[in-house]
Each structure stands twice: as structure tokens, then as C-alpha cells.
């Protein structure tokens, strides 16, 4: 098994994907393609101490900057890092992607070059979120910012089948984020989303609001892009700025300096919780095989660990299951228009 990555792609690029796929491989002995330019990635490569066949360099001359626009790579640059490496998993030479790159590039290509599962419209990408008794996964959180109500049922499908495999539950709970709990609240698309998620089949416990993605009460919310996106950024900054208010506060006086030394574990651990390198990036589910997007500002931390979930998620052959429960959905949504 072998995983793509975008090496050109991300902010620290291509430095941090040169010592990701190195640490992944040490670490957790998966194999990588690392996408991009030849000539700067093997000297990178040979300085890291990588002497071996298990990574191995794929050329590709061009490169997607933040200026271009997200179909660049279908229509100009042909031949930059994000395509190339998307051709690798549309050609059976990887896995999965790992692109910390541009995300709308990354999400044309994973849609147009490795191609959308047969009854997915719209691919969404999924985030996992910590709270209260664990972590809630909610979707989309950018790919689609004008979701349609259809599309909802989609997304509940896949969001329920990934979060059995990043939390181990059975039937996991879905929520549809609303303003309100009571059905007759939301928008037009959400009240009508709301009857279309009750007749799924899945676990759906109806409305949820903000306050219900840190208190866990539910495990899996289904929004659209826009809100999603929304929910994610303001999610980031208010860890951020947790972290930096307690780090002032442990700086302030003698006496908190001092518990700070007693607790540190505790706080280790507070910091490890809310640390988006924990999970790596976001899958993008719906595509054929697996399709992983990281922050632009991604640290090789958390470039690796998205390494190490795209082969466990290509190991479980995930694309598959969520193939077969939207044909069964579909399936079984035909044979109740028959009758």
C-alpha cells in the first residue's frame, strides 16, 4: 500500500511532506509517493537519511499556488503536484492523497480525476472535533457551501459509516445542526432536510444546535459547507486562544507556576485533545478511494498522522462501505416509489 502526497502543497511545503512520509515510515511502515519536484525533493530527501525504495519520488514540474484558481489543475497545470498525485490513485499506483495544498484544486481533482462513488452528488469533507465525552464528527465543513436538502441524506450516510470507523460505535447518533431542537425551526432547507433524514433508516435524533458539538451529546452533524466552515475556524481560534490565556496565566504569578508543574500531564493532555495534528486533516468522503486535505499551515506532526489514517482508511476499504449503503439507500428508496 501506498499513499500520494502532495508534496508541493501546504505552506511549509515541500519540507514538512519530505519528513512526514520519512516519519510515517519509520513510525508506522507505510509506503509514500511523494508528488512534486524532483529535483528539490531528493536532496531533501537524502538530507532526512532516508536511504531506501519504500518512498519513492514521483516528478511533477508545475505547481498550484493560492492564486490559481481550483480548476487550474484540470484545465492548465496538468502536470502540477495535486494532479499528478491524483492520477496515481486514479491509476491504481497509490491508495489514497494527502494534499495540504489548495483545497479547492484538491477537491476538483479528487472529484474529477479519481472520480465520485456512483450516487454520491456532492463529496463532502468530514472534521472530527474533541468534546465533553470524546469527539464529534461533523460534515461538510467547506466543500459544499450551498448544500442541497438532498445532499444532506448523503452526507448523514457518510458521516454515519466514517464515524464507526474514528470513534468504533455502533449506529452512531446523527444531528442536523439547526437553531433550534423542535422541528419547525431552521431555514427552508433544514426543515426540509429534516423530514428526509427521518426516513433514512439511520440513527437520527433530530435537531441539534451549537453548544451540541462540544457537549457530547451527539456523534455525527450534518450541515452545509458554509456553516460547517464557519463552526471549524471559530472552533480553531477559540483552542488557540485557550491555550495562549492559560499559558499567560501560568507566566503571571509564582503560585500558578507551581501548579502548572504539578498538573503538567493534565495539561499535556488538554493540549494534546484540542490539537488538530492529532487527527491530520479532513477526509473527503464520497470519492473513490481516499482523499485527505490538511491545513495549509500543517506541521510534518500532523501531515504524517494524516498519512497514517489515509492507509487505515484505505485499509478498511471505507470508499466501499460508504458505495454500498448509498446503493442500498437508493435501492431501497426506488422499491417505496414502486409501491
Known amino acids: 500500500m501506498r499513499i500520494a502526497i502532495d508534496a508541493m502543497g501546504g505552506d511549509h511545503a515541500p519540507a514538512v511532506n519530505v519528513d512526514a ?26 538530507e532526512a537519511g532516508y536511504r531506501g525504495s519504500e518512498i519513492e519520488i514521483v516528478d ?12 487550474a489543475a484540470i484545465r492548465k497545470k496538468r502536470n ?3 494532479r499528478v498525485a491524483a492520477n496515481c490513485v486514479r491509476d491504481g499506483r497509490a491508495e489514497g492523497l494527502v494534499s495540504a495544498g489548495h483545497t479547492g484544486a484538491g477537491m476538483v481533482c479528487a472529484k474529477m480525476v479519481i472520480g465520485a462513488i456512483e450516487g454520491v452528488d456532492r463529496p463532502a469533507l468530514a472534521t472530527v472535533l474533541p468534546n465533553l465525552t470524546g469527539h464529534c464528527l461533523l460534515l461538510d465543513v467547506g466543500a459544499n457551501p450551498d448544500a442541497k436538502t438532498a445532499q444532506f441524506k448523503e452526507f448523514a450516510v457518510m458521516g454515519s459509516i466514517y464515524a464507526e470507523l474514528a470513534f468504533g460505535k455502533k449506529r452512531p447518533s446523527i444531528g442536523l445542526m439547526s437553531i433550534g431542537e423542535e422541528d419547525s425551526k431552521g431555514t427552508d432547507e433544514t426543515k426540509e432536510a429534516f423530514k428526509i433524514l427521518e426516513a433514512t433508516g439511520l440513527n437520527f435524533i433530530g435537531n441539534v444546535e451549537g453548544r451540541d458539538v462540544f457537549n457530547g451529546t451527539v456523534d455525527v452533524i450534518v450541515t452545509d459547507g458554509f456553516t460547517g466552515n464557519v463552526i471549524l475556524k471559530v472552533s480553531e481560534a477559540l483552542a488557540e486562544m485557550v491555550e495562549n490565556l492559560l499559558r499567560e496565566e501560568i507566566k503571571r504569578t509564582l503560585q500558578a507556576s507551581v501548579g502548572f508543574l ?13 490539537d488538530y495534528s492529532e487527527y491530520g486533516g479532513a477526509p473527503l468522503l464520497g470519492v473513490k478511494g481516499c482523499v485527505i486535505i490538511c491545513h495549509g499551515r500543517s506541521s510534518a506532526k500532523a501531515v504524517k498522522n494524516a498519512i497514517r489514517f489515509a492507509a487505515e482508511f484505505s485499509k478498511r476499504r471505507l470508499a466501499d462501505s460508504i458505495q454500498a449503503k448509498i446503493a442500498e439507500l437508493h435501492s431501497r428508496e426506488a422499491g417505496a416509489l414502486k409501491a
Not at 25 to 35: D, K, M, P, W, Y
Not at 64 to 70: E, G, H, W
Not at 262 to 274: C, N, T, V
Open 21 to 46: 512520509a520519512v516519519a510515517a515510515h519509520r513510525e508506522f511502515g507505510i509506503s509514500s509517493l511523494l508528488v512534486g519536484r524532483e529535483r528539490e525533493l531528493a536532496p531533501m530527501l537524502a
Open 60 to 71: 511533477a514540474a508545475e505547481v498550484i499556488t493560492m492564486d490559481d484558481p481550483a480548476t
Open 80 to 82: 502540477s503536484s495535486i
Open 262 to 274: 504539578l498538573s503538567r500531564s493534565a495539561f499535556r493532555r488538554f493540549k494534546q485533545r484540542l
